[in-house]
């Protein structure tokens, strides 16, 4: 049965002769050349991967001569009769071909064991997609050094806004015990290229920092290493009050600052590898230095200090917002920027891609491009919080990129968030990228078949994010689903149309923040007596007789003005900002027109219909493709699919009917009516 628990690292039969034929030459005898941990995850990869894959015997390290020889470019260059040159990064990789004593080989080498443990996994997938392995080289390298998940999950295996079971992280029996699902999760994140992951939740408890969790966090750190994968932990900011006994946690006090000296020490002693902390402090009620009369900049520095030593880092959150700021949008920038350049140089800011909280859309987060002297790491969100959470088939990577290719114009034009978040365009030394995991303990780690296409997608597209959406999703779904040709295309379509699909069914136009209060699943934007303002969805839509939208405009609360002048000029105006943000920007009366001709109420109804139709359209390929996939993956992606196509028309129905009340305007015959 195919209980789906591979995902992408799914080995089966490769069926072109012609390529059969071809992957058995080069793997006749393969030689690894190294022999540390990581050497023998290559091995036992290639052991997992090539037999069934080539349905043969796959010598390796037999005195045969090498058809495949795996090594770092050291090891490599003393066997081979001409150097390798291509240039690489610590991390990059190079599939070559050379020749042993006249005889050709295959190379795969990097500077590192963790570039050529890379490089294997490049190789497997080449055979997995049935991409012929003699259009050589092959030479890649990540444009982001950090590419980290992030896990919300608690010490009570809770995981905040996580949709697929509990926490992998079984605390209770750590350290003694380790479940082979960890090495599974670390071979599925170094085959995309995820090399740092935050065991717990930002919504941090102090224990995790105590010695009996340190012993457990070491253990998974073992079991990580060889993979290239680097813990980190969050850290809660008034640990050294809880586990420390002190009575502050003040940034700037000289216990304070010993006592966090001191446990990065005892950090360190057991894991030499360790990443850093992730802090989120003064937000939605977690501690941090304001308490003290202090900034964010102040609270970094303190830990950054703590970790330096240890060649530590520390990424700080700027997901912050109040009850008393005028527009959440501003907060963050307004709060942020002032501190750009005081940050000491291990500590990076963690921006998240929108300035609310991950959207179905938002325009690009303001502040990346307006902290030049500040690294920021780019924050998305796998785990589906405001995309119909487990059950909604939504591909992301179009989101990742439509953010990833946003240009900022901070250095005039070309200034994307790309070149911002890899270090280039300003040339910082240290670049990242994390994502909030949608991993659980669930047969298939992410409960919706789909949904692991989005944690392959981010990794590989912080490798590098110059990857289109749809390349990503057509290995992902050869990995996942198989070369079958009939597949391949179908499967695409409803990916690439998901995203869209979404937006269109919730949140159309630039509305946003629609969702119920709390469990944020489902419509509700008639809330409006939630103990915040700020959390109630009419302070977003702002529907009156008039019309919708939220005017950030300067006649607004002017958030516009924290973008450079050539972004708030593509969006100031109502008659020319696009589609996409124009309630985002704009309170827009109910009879505006719009670029198609039709006026705001007949587009809202067009696209929540729209919305509702590529549900339904989903649906029917997926039905198309019955006899292609097996019968237990593609019954659950069938259930999950009309669980999606009902809950898409109670977003149209519960939003059109509640915005009608404003409007005042019938339903265009044309589309179905609500009801
Ligand atoms: C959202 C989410 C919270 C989370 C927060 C964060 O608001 O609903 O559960 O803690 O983001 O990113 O810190």
Not at 647 to 663: H, M, P
């Amino acid at each position: 049965a195919e209980d789906g628990y591979e995902l992408w690292l799914r080995y089966r039969p490769v069926n072109d002769p012609a390529l059969l034929k071809e992957y058995k030459k080069i793997t006749s005898a393969v030689r690894i050349l190294g022999n540390t941990p990581t050497d023998t995850a290559i091995r036992n990869e290639m052991l997992a991967a090539l037999p069934t894959m080539l349905q043969t015997n796959i010598p390796v390290n037999t005195p045969a001569a090498p058809s495949l020889l795996i090594g770092t470019l050291d090891q490599i260059n003393r066997q081979i009769d001409l150097p390798v040159i291509h240039n690489t990064n610590d991390e990059g990789f190079i599939i070559s071909n050379a020749t042993i004593k006249g005889r050709k080989v295959t190379i795969i080498t990097g500077k590192t064991p963790i570039g050529v443990l890379y490089g294997t996994f490049q190789f497997i997938r080449m055979l997995q997609t049935n991409q012929s392995v003699t259009d050589l080289p092959v030479v890649s390298s990540p444009k982001v050094q950090l590419r980290l998940l992030n896990h919300w999950d608690n010490l009570t295996r809770y995981v905040e806004r996580g949709y697929a079971g509990i926490s992998i992280w079984n605390w209770h029996l750590l350290p003694a015990f380790l479940d082979p699902r960890y090495t599974d999760y670390a071979r599925l994140n170094a085959s995309v290229g995820i090399n740092g992951v935050v065991l717990n939740n930002v919504n941090a408890n102090a224990d995790i920092l105590t010695a009996p969790y340190l012993e457990k966090v070491a253990a998974l750190a073992k079991v990580f290493r060889p993979y290239g994968i680097k813990v980190y932990l969050s850290a809660r900011f008034s640990a050294p009050i809880e586990i420390g006994h002190l009575s502050t946690a003040d940034p700037l006090n000289d216990s304070v600052k010993l006592w966090w000296k001191n446990k990065a020490n005892e950090i360190y002693s057991q894991i030499p590898d360790f990443g850093g902390f992730l802090v989120k402090a003064n937000s939605e009620g977690q501690p941090g230095p304001q308490a003290y009369g202090r900034n964010h900049a102040d609270g970094a520095n303190l830990l950054a200090d703590a970790v330096a030593p240890h060649n530590g880092i520390v990424i700080w959150r700027a997901f912050v917002y109040d009850p008393e700021a005028n527009d959440r949008f501003k907060q963050a920038y307004d709060e942020f920027k002032p501190l750009d350049g005081r940050f000491h140089s291990n500590v990076l800011v963690q921006v998240k891609n929108g300035p609310i909280d991950f959207q179905p859309r938002e325009p690009f987060s303001p502040l990346f491009g307006a902290m030049p002297n500040t690294p920021l790491m780019l924050e998305v969100q796998l785990t589906q919080e405001y995309l119909g959470q487990a059950s909604h088939l939504v591909y992301e990577a179009p989101l990742f990129k439509e953010v990833l290719d946003a240009d900022t114009y901070a250095k005039g034009k070309n200034s994307q968030i790309s070149k911002i978040i890899d270090g280039s365009l300003y040339d910082h030394k240290i670049s990242g990228i994390a994502a909030v995991s949608n991993i659980g303990n669930e047969q298939n780690w992410t409960m919706h078949p789909f949904a692991a296409a989005n944690w392959y997608a981010i990794g590989r597209l912080s490798w590098d994010h110059s990857l289109s959406s749809e390349s990503i999703a057509s290995s992902w779904i050869k990995q996942t689903f198989g070369n079958d040709k009939d597949i391949q295309t179908p499967i695409l379509n409803m990916m690439m149309s998901s995203r869209e699909a979404v937006v269109n069914y919730m949140t159309p136009l630039g509305l946003h923040h629609l969702m119920g209060n709390g469990h944020h699943y489902g419509p509700a934007p008639w809330s409006n007596n939630l103990p915040r303002e700020d959390w109630n969805p009419v302070y977003y839509h702002r529907a009156d007789k008039f019309g919708l939208g939220f005017n950030r405009t300067s006649t607004g609360t002017n958030a516009l003005v924290q973008y450079q002048p050539a972004v708030q000029q593509q969006w100031a105006d109502s008659n020319t900002c696009s589609d996409q943000y124009l309630l985002w920007f704009h309170h827009v009366s109910w009879s505006h027109r719009l670029s198609s001709g039709l006026n705001l109420w007949e587009t809202l109804c067009k696209k929540y219909t729209d919305g509702v139709s590529a549900v339904k359209d989903m649906q029917q390929t997926w039905q198309s493709l019955k006899e292609k996939i097996d019968g237990e993956r593609f019954e659950r992606v069938a259930m999950l699919l009309a669980i999606q196509h009902t809950e898409a028309q109670w977003w149209r129905n519960a939003c059109l009917l509640y915005f009608q009340t404003f409007s005042g305007q019938p339903f265009p015959s044309n589309f179905e009516k609500p009801d």
